[in-house]
């Protein structure tokens, strides 16, 4: 079904309006020594009905709502750049630490997980539930996305930020990195499960769980989810990598001499069919797919592969995602000013006293526990992941989804604010003495500076 002149104009216009915000305000927060992503987010919000909506709703209508070729198209753009983010992310996750920094990794990740996981259950124990449930009215998922929102660290934000400021190859980002993975992990099990909750019977006939006719938020659909989210991540790590070359040998050895481009988009697509399939959240095929990519070759034409996916994923699919999240966003209707701010407070100490107790307790000294503690409460893209796939899955309403993302976008800004000071004033100095010069620079794609970690 092809297009008319008219909805090829606007989709064409949106696009370059919505490319050139992402960019250009991405540009400018990277100048400022800002977290691009919240440039990203901005230029949509500048798209959306907080600012031209309100200011010239006819025009910003007929170009983004008008017909649905616009919507559509976006829409499609939006999954795939979702899908995209997470396979980069679950890439990127190469980052090798060092037996002395293990102690203080494992405080910090169980106590920085644990106790803030925790302190989201307990606001919800007296703060009422119902001012942010979604369509879905399901309040178990809710409590499950609120309390991962409260202990989520995001993994491409905050290594961007330390490359950025050239402290990528200090122990402090190695610990930093590392605690990160651990807990974005656990929150994407997390939240597939909570969306498996909210999974409607009937709605998905070409899935395992219609197929054998699982009862969605029952004690055995939950269990199922729980299980199959927990399996689907670790069997094929536990299976090994020469496992999964031998499959990638049998299954796409052809594909994979003749385009290893080919192949990794492949790989990326069957493993989030798969996951669709089993009734697992898309997004954490992909994720999962983008940790597995890396096992299925190390020679340089499967690298080269890998960056292009990653280069051309920041420069088109994943702007416009974040693009979208801006657009959606209504901050002039749907914003309640007073409990972001209680919100962004209570998360905020829950997380940086977490991570500093942990710290302390593993021997670290003041100054760098104080660090790590900042450090760890940028939320940045998986917070954004999590508001944007729990609003659009029914779990919390628009309220909310704009808290969440603002919640994202201020830790992420404080963090990078933070660090810039820090390093000015020679936290790390002693570690960097030695270190080559484009050791500390930013490694060319959007998330290959956690590889100046190894």
């Known amino acids: 079904m092809s297009l008319s002149n008219a909805d090829t104009t606007r989709l064409l216009l949106a696009l370059v309006l919505m490319l050139a915000g992402a960019h250009g305000c991405g540009q400018l927060c990277a100048r400022l020594r800002q977290p691009r992503v919240a440039g990203e987010i901005i230029g949509g919000l500048i798209l959306g009905p907080t600012l031209f909506g309100h200011l010239l709703p006819g025009w910003q209508g007929a170009i983004f709502h008008q017909g649905p070729a616009v919507g559509v198209f976006l829409g499609a753009v939006y999954q795939l750049g979702l899908f995209l983010l997470m396979f980069c992310s679950g890439a990127a996750l190469r980052a090798r630490i060092r037996k002395r920094e293990r102690r203080t990794i494992t ?32 309040r178990t998922a809710l409590v499950l996305v609120f309390a991962c929102a409260v202990a989520v660290t995001s993994i491409p934000v905050i290594s961007k930020i330390m490359t950025d400021l050239g402290i990528i190859s200090t122990a402090f980002a190695r610990i930093v990195l590392s605690v990160a993975v651990f807990e974005d992990v656990v929150l994407y099990c997390v939240l597939s499960v909570a969306l498996g909750m909210v999974h409607p019977a009937g709605a998905e006939q070409f899935s395992l769980p219609s197929i054998i006719a699982l009862t969605p938020n ?45 192949f990794q988009v492949m790989f990326l697509m069957s493993l989030t069919a798969l996951a669709l399939f089993l009734g697992v959240a898309a997004y954490f095929g992909a994720f999962v797919a983008g940790i597995l990519s890396g096992e299925l070759g190390d020679d340089d034409a499967s690298i080269r592969a890998q960056q292009t996916i990653r280069t051309f994923s920041f420069a088109f699919f994943i702007p416009l995602y974040f693009a979208v999240v801006g657009l ?20 905020c100490v829950a997380k940086s006293v977490s991570v500093y107790l942990g710290a302390r307790a593993a021997g670290e000294p003041h100054r760098q526990s104080r660090n790590l503690s900042v450090a760890l409460n940028a939320r940045g893209g998986p917070a954004i992941v999590l508001a944007s796939v729990a609003y659009d899955a029914g779990i919390i309403n628009q309220g909310f989804f704009a808290s969440l993302v603002m919640l994202a976008l201020v830790t992420s ?24 010069v484009a050791a500390r620079l930013p490694a060319e794609g959007g998330l290959a500076e956690v590889a100046a970690a190894r």
């Open 107 to 138: 405080w910090v990740a169980v106590l920085g997980n644990l106790v803030p996981f925790a302190a989201g259950l307990g606001f919800l124990a007296v703060y009422d539930p119902g001012r942010l449930i979604g369509t879905a009215h399901n």
């Open 218 to 262: 029952s004690g055995l659909g939950d269990l199922y989810h729980v299980a199959v989210s927990v399996l689907f991540f670790c069997l094929p790590l536990l299976l090994g990598r020469a496992f999964l070359q031998r499959i990638a040998r049998r299954g796409g050895n052809i594909l994979q001499q003749s385009s290893p481009l080919a």
């Open 328 to 347: 959606r966003l209504n901050l002039l209707d749907h914003f309640d000013v007073r409990f972001f701010v209680v919100f962004l407070g209570y998360a």
């Open 413 to 436: 800004v404080a963090a990078g604010s933070w660090l810039e000071v820090e390093r000015r004033r020679g936290a790390w100095a002693g570690e960097l003495v030695g270190v080559p």
